[in-house]
Nanobody, 121 residues
Framework: QVQLVESGGGLVQAGGSLRLSCAAS????????MGWSRQAPGKQRELVAS???????NYSDSVKGRFTISRANAKNTVYLQMDSLKPEDTAVYYC???????????????WGQGTLVTVSS
């Protein structure tokens, strides 16, 4: 019953910026963590950024210093601000969330449908 809705993907020139948004909805009791991963053709899916309920963040080395993840807990929403974009950042970006639902102690992982980010040189 949980759904993640993403927005903000598109085409941008190298050196530009994009801001991705992801809102979780459904039978949500709490969200332990949210994050963003990406996958380019012929490559493995890579977790690029995550944030926990207390605000602790983690970034992959490839995006550290350029991307910023943030969370609006009251809206069950996570953002990814992407600055100084490079052509190698081109990929499908996926939102994910670790969610505890009502009547369930165990947390489960949910994923969005993905949104394409294309960076031109």
């Amino acid at each position: 019953q949980v759904q993640l809705v993403e927005s903000g993907g598109g085409l941008v020139q190298a050196g530009g910026s994009l801001r991705l948004s992801c809102a979780a909805s459904g039978s949500i009791f709490s969200i332990n963590a949210m994050g963003w991963s990406r996958q380019a053709p012929g490559k493995q899916r890579e977790l690029v950024a995550s944030i926990t309920s207390d605000g602790s963040t983690n970034y992959s080395d490839s995006v550290k210093g350029r991307f910023t993840i943030s969370r609006a807990n009251a809206k069950n929403t996570v953002y990814l601000q992407m600055d100084s974009l490079k052509p190698e950042d081109t990929a499908v970006y996926y939102c994910n969330a670790r969610i505890v639902q009502f009547m369930n102690i165990r947390a489960n992982d949910y994923w969005g449908q993905g949104t394409l980010v294309t960076v031109s040189s």
